[in-house]
């Protein structure tokens, strides 16, 4: 082996760094579990001590919890008075649910990959699928708690506002369904924010339509919106004005079928809002850190989803926009363009 020295140093670094981020990742779960984001949040500096009390836990374990965190760069440290705080700007991002940018759902995701990890070791092996239900229940909060704030942020500010005349329609009583609804964080968002339409959510897992319901009801929405089990190809019900799909055609065994069902239950003047996760066409184009996330969840989520369903088609995470316009063009949609984008999602508009 000839070894280039300088190579091998700057790989070397990149993933030493890459380990010291996942760790940095198990302490950010350890933080969101046990609340000391919470209590710190817009409480000024304070010791390990005084986090101990607020939160019920160990001084020794929180103190070596905070060094980890400041070397990190999570909390500030003031060496004499021993204490430590988190600034607003990370506050933003580890402890607070509803804010744009709050990342600390993904440590909860992320977690669940490692509880999995025999089951998806062999679906490497022998290329079957692991169906979305076989994860651990972990699973789907953090996919929850991941997904939903970017949709509190974009969805009714900018998403539907750039569909073709959907607003209006939303505004005065439109049909929507929201398939592949999950814990149905983006259904009752639409719904609180167009009194005078109805909402119905599909997905065909039990458990997260369960968790839809008790969400719809705590959020005074259940006259309007309702959650029932079904398949992206063959839920009941058509004349639609809208439907939706945030994150999840990818997963789907038979997008195309999928997509065709849709096609069948619009009204001819209806939409289908398609929200993916961006990425260029190549692979080139994705090496970056939205490449990296979304590779590995495609890897360790939703091909091994897609292949333990009929066809098994496995767009992946990172399928492109020329990909899915294919595939939409295959169900028989003749208009497809991207409305608008954020640095995360593609927003895509399907109509006939």
């Not at 060496?79 to 700007?89: H, I, K, Q, R, V």
């Not at 699973?139 to 959907?166: C, K, M, N, S």
Request: glycine share 10%; with cysteine.
């Amino acid at each position: 082996m000839a070894i280039d020295e300088a190579r091998l140093e700057q790989v070397f670094g990149q993933v030493v760094t890459d380990f010291a981020g996942a760790l940095t990742v198990r302490m950010v779960r350890l933080g969101d579990r046990l609340g000391f984001y919470r209590a710190m949040t817009g409480a000024g500096p304070m010791t390990p001590a005084e986090i101990a009390r607020k939160t019920g836990t160990d001084e020794r374990y929180v103190r070596e919890w905070c060094s980890q965190q400041f070397v990190s760069g999570y909390l500030e440290h003031d060496p004499d008075a021993g204490s430590f705080m988190l600034t607003d700007e990370i506050a933003a991002i580890v402890a607070q649910d509803d804010s744009p940018v709050f990342l600390a759902g993904m440590s909860q995701l992320l977690a669940t990959l490692y509880f999995d990890e025999d089951r998806l070791d062999d679906a490497f092996r022998t290329g079957k699928g692991v169906g979305w239900h076989e994860h651990n229940a972990e699973l789907y909060g953090g996919t929850q708690r991941l997904f939903r704030p970017g949709y509190l942020a974009h969805l009714v500010q900018e998403w539907i506002p750039a569909l073709d005349g959907v607003q209006a329609k939303l505004e005065s009583g439109a049909s929507v369904a929201d398939v592949g609804c999950g814990y149905g964080a983006s259904t009752i968002i639409l719904a609180k924010a167009y009194p005078n339409s109805t909402f119905v959510g599909v997905d065909y897992h039990a458990d997260s339509i369960e968790q839809a319901r008790k969400a719809a009801a705590d959020a005074g929405v259940a006259d309007r919106v309702r959650f029932e089990i079904g398949n992206a190809g063959d839920y009941a019900g058509d004349g639609y004005d809208l439907i939706a799909l945030f994150d999840c055609l990818h997963d789907m065994g038979d997008p195309v079928g999928a997509l065709k069902h849709m096609y069948s239950s619009l009204k001819p003047d209806g939409t289908v809002l398609l929200v993916e996760p961006m990425a260029g066409d190549r692979l080139e184009d994705n090496v970056n850190p939205i490449g990296r996330i979304f590779y590995g969840f495609s890897s360790l989520i939703c091909t091994p989803g897609s292949k333990a369903q009929d066809v098994g088609l496995a767009l992946g995470a990172q399928a492109g926009e020329q990909r899915l316009r294919e595939v939409a063009e295959q169900a028989g949609f003749r208009q497809f363009r991207r409305a608008t984008e954020t640095p995360v999602n593609l927003i895509l508009e399907l109509r006939r």
